[in-house]
Nanobody
Framework: QVQLVESGGGLVQAGGSLRLACTAS????????MAWFRQAPGKERQFVASINGIGSNTYYTDSAKGRFAISRDNAKNTVYLQMNSLKPEDTAIYYC?????????????????WGQGTQVTVSS
């Protein structure tokens, strides 16, 4: 069983930045796509960003383009999400996930393992 643990969440003012990290333990899927999703209270979990196994391709939801950057360090079994110019609407629990298939990257069904999430709160 793969375990994913997110860290780096917190409270930040609008316009600020946070860097999230997700570290995997147990059986790893370092050669496969990983992603970040987020879920606000009362809403469904939605795709934010993904990165393929070797880090050569990334994909972002429209609201994240130009503000967020996903990266990975396979030697550390870690994926990161750098979040800049944060807005109150970014407030959510952020989850990382790993998959054994590369597409469709925006679908929750693509991903096999999920972390417990880290809270990001952006004040207005």
């Amino acid at each position: 069983q793969v375990q994913l643990v997110e860290s780096g969440g917190g409270l930040v003012q609008a316009g600020g930045s946070l860097r999230l990290a997700c570290t995997a333990s147990g059986r790893t899927f370092s050669g496969y796509t990983m992603a970040w999703f987020r879920q606000a209270p009362g809403k469904e979990r939605q795709f934010v960003a993904s990165i393929n196994g070797i880090g050569s391709n990334t994909y972002y939801t429209d609201s994240a383009k130009g503000r967020f950057a996903i990266s990975r360090d396979n030697a550390k079994n870690t994926v990161y999400l750098q979040m800049n110019s944060l807005k109150p609407e970014d407030t959510a629990i952020y989850y990382c996930a790993t998959a054994a298939r590369p597409y469709p990257v925006t679908s929750r069904l693509t991903y096999t393992y999920w972390g417990q999430g880290t809270q990001v709160t952006v004040s207005s």
